[in-house]
């Protein structure tokens, strides 16, 4: 959020209904995704994190490091991923493509340059660069959906979204909610809790 408004994407309704129509049609090739594990955990969480510093969702920023550090990427590689302003090396080779077009995706609000699509297929072959998609378009809606309770919230405390309808935000408060507010808590409860996380995971790795 800046000034008095909140300038984070987030879901309308109709947005919501196309998104989860295209996770329903494509549900076998979510499931396959997260199975086969043609894509590793630890690089599908970093194209997640690439994914959610576009579209800023506190909620999944704070799941996604903690699965990350668990999956075995290095402190540094996260601090990258999320803009911390921490000098980290390059990310593998190999994983540069799908980090570059997961920023890309996020950027462009899904409308990906064809060009980059070709380069993501080619790159990886057809099976893995579908597991790339995949990965993005499920942080994706979870990414907006941390984003509509926070919209909803900043509207309460006199900070509302632009041309925002307050009854959809209402609707998707409502809807994700449940899902997100736990959350709120567990954040609250430790503010430096992301930061210690790391911290001690880099300690750990040190002493290897």
Known sequence: MTGHTFDKRFYTPRAFLRDAAYLALHLPDMVSAIIGKRVSRAFAEKVMLAVTEVNSCRYCSYVHTRMALRHGVSARDIQELTGWGIAAPAAPTYERVALAFA????????????????????YYGPAVSRDVLCY??????????????????????????????PVSEL?????????????????????????SAIDLHDFSIRRR
Not at 103 to 111: C, K, S, V
Not at 172 to 195: D, H, W
């Open 103 to 122: 920023r890309h995706f996020a950027e462009t609000e899904g409308h990906s340059d064809p060009q980059a699509v070709r380069r993501l297929r080619t």
């Open 136 to 165: 993005i378009r499920l942080i994706t809606v979870g990414n907006l959906a941390g984003n509509s309770v926070d919209a909803f919230l900043s509207r309460l405390f006199g900070k509302p979204a632009r041309a925002s309808n």
């Open 171 to 195: 609707v998707m408060f409502l809807l994700f909610a449940p899902f997100t507010l736990p959350l709120l808590r567990l954040m609250k409860s430790s503010e430096f809790a992301t930061q």
